[in-house]
T-cell receptor
Framework: GESVGLHLPTLSVQEGDNSIINCAYS??????FIWYKQESGKGPQFIID?????DKRQGQRVTVLLNKTVKHLSLQIAATQPGDSAVYFC????????????FGIGTKLQVIP | GAGVSQSPSNKVTEKGKDVELRCDPI?????LYWYRQSLGQGLEFLIY????????KSGLPSDRFSAERTGGSVSTLTIQRTQQEDSAVYLC?????????????FGPGTRLTVL
């Protein structure tokens, strides 16, 4: 897959502000999209998912938006907190019998207290 | 209930040595995945086990890499004749059924450093 070397895209946000993390995907056949959060030294943790027949889904403080026309996915975090600081990955897969997930590079979210 | 566990958490080895990494999935989960995460990069799929089916090995980078899953539970990833480019965090995940909509539960990973 593509590589950005050692420098992840980084988003710095003031505590209490809203965060928007963007992701572009390439496979038009993907029908399932997931956002994961990875804190330092830990494995990725599921946040929220969305199917391709939807364009928006809301969770607790998080909203995922899907634009299939431009193959774009975004994660919105409301009232960002210091505990939200992590690397966020989008992932995609197609429902082709089993879950083979393709992960993006990730975006590092830094919350400024 | 316990989550996915991996051991060791850190492994430092010399180039040319073999290493074994272990994954204990969540009890009752039928599907198990191995990924590799290099510094500052996304997750690279390595191998997938589903029940008693033949594993999908399409992501293994070379024949130095192999994995097995005994009794449908614990899995071991083996890297033979390690190279410096094998240095990465190796992550294991399990899902209940292996369907596209199933949530993947990840372990904390094993950080492998090849000197």
């Amino acid at each position: 897959g593509e590589s950005v070397g050692l420098h992840l895209p980084t988003l710095s946000v003031q505590e209490g502000d809203n965060s928007i993390i963007n992701c572009a995907y390439s496979n038009s056949a993907s029908d399932y999209f997931i956002w994961y959060k990875q804190e330092s030294g830990k494995g990725p943790q599921f946040i929220i998912d969305i199917r391709s027949n939807m364009d928006k889904r809301q969770g607790q403080r998080v909203t995922v938006l899907l634009n299939k026309t431009v193959k774009h996915l975004s994660l919105q975090i409301a009232a960002t907190q210091p505990g939200d600081s992590a690397v966020y990955f989008c992932a995609e897969n197609s429902d082709g019998g089993y879950q083979k997930v393709t992960f993006g590079i990730g975006t590092k979210l830094q919350v400024i207290p | 209930g316990a989550g996915v566990s991996q051991s060791p958490s850190n492994k430092v080895t010399e180039k040319g040595k073999d290493v074994e990494l272990r994954c204990d999935p969540i009890s009752g989960h039928t599907a198990l995945y191995w990924y590799r995460q290099s510094l500052g990069q996304g997750l690279e799929f390595l191998i997938y086990f589903q029940g008693n089916s033949a594993p999908d090995k399409s992501g293994l980078p070379s024949d130095r890499f192999s994995a097995e899953r005994t009794g449908g539970s614990v899995s071991t990833l083996t890297i033979q004749r390690t190279q410096q480019e094998d240095s990465a965090v190796y992550l294991c995940a399990s899902t209940k059924w292996g369907r596209a909509s199933d949530t993947q539960y990840f372990g904390p990973g094993t950080r492998l450093t090849v000197l």
